[in-house]
Every structure is written in structure tokens, then in C-alpha cells.
């Protein structure tokens, strides 16, 4: 069956340092792939998503990520991790467009300062 | 602003008693979704519907329905077969054949006392 892994329930990194959030799908077909995000008690909202071309995808608040075949992932990272970045991630995958997403089971960011 | 509304924000009901989430999006998206989410716990599929007067289970559907009359409507009833409704739930969007990127509403937090 084809599923999302986030590798990571909790990761916790300092102000100012890197952020690096995995993902990994389990297909031989590449999907679709989102990043979102999730403040508490609010609901998600897109980060940036792959579809075709460009395999480095920029998105908002100074994410990115790369979208690897050979590798089925598609980690976020952020140069520079801010206060306001803690939140919770999850990484979602469709291989189909209009067929459901498909999501990990999120992954929860704190920033220590 | 075009977006999707979810009301009530906090719902509070006795246990037993049938309760009906509403969801309202003005973006012209053909499809609509209710997920729902438990502490530490991902997304998890309760209904979805691509069309009008038609809908499919998702993954938990048992204990709760839905109706979708209007394109821009989709309500979730939590009856009281749920046997566990307490969470946070969630409403969302999406354009059929176009990637299935979906559109998040705030959420709503049902408690069940």
C-alpha cells in the first residue's frame, strides 16, 4: 500500500540553527507531494507542494524542500530555525489528481531559544 | 476573502446527544473533505465527497455522517453511536484534477461530556 513516513515524531532544534523535517513515501510511482503546517488549535496550511518539474521547491516563511526519486523523499528543511516556527509538520502525498491524500503522522517542531 | 468556514469553534455536548459540524467554502472547489484528529495523532479520513449528493467513507466512518446538498456545504454529524467523539476536527477543500492540493479550515474542537 502506498504511505507517507515522517521520520521524527518530535524534533527539537535552537534558534537560529537548521531545520530538517524527513519524509518518505513508499511507491514506485512518484506522487504529488505537500508540506503543511499546523499552529495549535488552527488548521493546516500549505507550506509548498511538488507537482512537476523544478525538484527544489522554495515556499513560504523560508522553507524548502527537494523532491528525490532514487530516494522517495521529499524532506523540508530552513536554513535558520525562528521562534515562530514551532508548530506541528505534516507531509502528504496524492498519486492521483482528485484521489485522497495521503498523510504521515506529523511531526512536532520546537525551537528553543 | 475566499476561504472555508468552520463553525462553531468549540462545541461542547452531553454524551448521547447527536451533534452537527458545520463547513462552508466559497472557492468554488468541487470536492470536500472531514478529517479528524486526536492528540499526537495525524489526519485521519472520516467522509469525502467529489460532488454533490454523493459522498464515500474514508477510513473512521462508522458513527458519524454527512450530506452535501450544496456544492459549497458539507456538515458532518457526530451521532451518538461515536463512541469516542471527543477531538479536533477538520474541514477541508480541494479542485478535482489539480494535484488534490487541499484547503484547510480552522478546525473544530468537540468535546463530549
Known amino acids: 500500500a502506498q504511505s507517507v513516513t515522517q521520520l521524527g515524531s518530535h524534533v527539537s532544534v535552537s534558534e537560529g540553527a537548521l531545520v530538517l523535517l524527513r519524509c518518505n513515501y513508499s511507491s514506485s510511482v512518484p506522487p504529488y507531494l505537500f508540506w503543511y503546517v499546523q499552529y495549535p488549535n488552527q488548521g493546516l496550511q500549505l507550506l509548498l507542494k511538488?507537482?512537476?518539474?523544478?525538484?527544489l521547491v522554495k515556499g513560504i516563511n523560508g522553507f524548502e524542500a527537494e523532491f528525490k526519486k532514487s530516494e522517495t523523499s521529499f524532506h523540508l528543511t530552513k536554513p535558520s530555525a525562528h521562534m515562530s516556527d514551532a508548530a506541528e509538520y505534516f507531509c502528504a502525498a496524492s498519486w492521483t489528481s482528485g484521489s485522497r491524500l495521503t498523510f504521515g503522522e506529523g511531526t512536532q517542531l520546537t525551537v528553543n531559544p | 476573502d475566499g476561504g472555508i468556514t468552520q463553525s462553531p469553534k468549540y462545541l461542547f455536548r452531553k454524551e448521547g446527544q447527536n451533534v452537527t459540524l458545520s463547513c462552508e467554502q466559497n472557492?468554488?472547489?468541487?470536492?470536500m473533505y472531514w478529517y479528524r484528529q486526536d492528540p499526537g495523532q495525524g489526519l485521519r479520513l472520516i467522509y469525502y465527497?467529489?460532488?454533490?449528493?454523493?459522498?464515500q467513507k474514508g477510513d473512521i466512518a462508522e458513527g458519524y455522517s454527512v450530506s452535501r446538498e450544496k456544492k459549497e456545504s458539507f456538515p458532518l454529524t457526530v451521532t451518538s453511536a461515536q463512541k469516542n467523539p471527543t477531538a479536533f476536527y477538520l474541514c477541508?477543500?480541494?479542485?478535482?484534477?489539480?494535484?488534490?492540493?487541499?484547503?484547510f479550515g480552522p478546525g473544530t474542537r468537540l468535546t463530549v461530556l
Open positions: 465527497s467529489q460532488i454533490v449528493n454523493d459522498f
Open positions: 477541508a477543500s480541494s479542485i478535482l484534477g489539480y494535484y488534490n492540493e487541499q484547503f
Open positions: 511538488y507537482t512537476t518539474g523544478a525538484t
Open positions: 472557492l468554488n472547489h468541487d470536492a
